[in-house]
Nanobody, 126 residues
Framework: QVQLVESGGGLVQAGDSLRLSCAASGRTFGRFGGGWFRQAPGREREFVAAISWSGSYTHYAESVKGRFTISRDNAKNTVHLQMNSLKPEDTAVYYC???????????????????WGQGTQVTVSS
């Protein structure tokens, strides 16, 4: 079993930056693909960014490309999401996901993930 805990959310103004972190614990040996999703009120959870287990491959939603950066530190079992130039439409609960992966792939669909964190709120005021 793997436990994921997100942190770093908060209330910021448009144009500000935040860095979200996802710390994994439990059976974190092996290779895990990681990703960030978000869910705004009244909307379905949507893909934000994903990273392969080695960190060599990343993929972003068009809405965040050029503003957000996903990274990972496998020695510390963490995945980060650096969010710059935040917009009010980025307001949502952000969730990190993880899944075992022997291949160095990125996973962009919610159902592909095995483990989820509890979420962290990001609110961007205009």
């Amino acid at each position: 079993q793997v436990q994921l805990v997100e942190s770093g959310g908060g209330l910021v103004q448009a144009g500000d930056s935040l860095r979200l972190s996802c710390a994994a614990s439990g059976r974190t040996f092996g290779r895990f693909g990681g990703g960030w999703f978000r869910q705004a009120p009244g909307r379905e959870r949507e893909f934000v960014a994903a990273i392969s287990w080695s960190g060599s491959y990343t993929h972003y939603a068009e809405s965040v490309k050029g503003r957000f950066t996903i990274s990972r530190d496998n020695a510390k079992n963490t995945v980060h999401l650096q969010m710059n130039s935040l917009k009010p439409e980025d307001t949502a609960v952000y969730y990190c996901g993880a899944r075992p992966s022997l291949d160095d792939f990125v996973f962009v669909r919610e159902f592909e993930y095995t483990y989820w964190g509890q979420g962290t709120q990001v609110t961007v005021s205009s």
